[in-house]
């Protein structure tokens, strides 16, 4: 769904948003760029993470 803070999104990255292909390619990109962000947050977990925790931890940990 496109929002304002979407389209905020696509003009801070000083992308043209024109047309309506534009404004939706912007935001695929952005879906790309918070994808690649919870990534490597999930790869930083996992190099610092101790095995004897659990998965819920770490959940709880993004959350916070």
């Known amino acids: 769904m496109e929002t304002l ?3 905020e999104w ?5 992308v043209a948003v024109e047309t309506l292909e ?5 935001l695929e990109q952005q879906v790309a760029v918070e994808t690649l962000e919870d990534l ?3 790869l ?3 190099e610092t993470t101790q095995t004897d925790r659990s998965v819920s931890d770490l959940a709880t940990n993004k959350v916070s």
Request: charged share 35%.
């Open 22 to 26: 534009d404004l939706e390619w912007c």
């Open 40 to 42: 490597e947050w999930c």
């Open 10 to 14: 696509c003009l801070d990255q000083q």
């Open 44 to 46: 930083d977990q996992l």
């Open 5 to 7: 803070e979407d389209l």
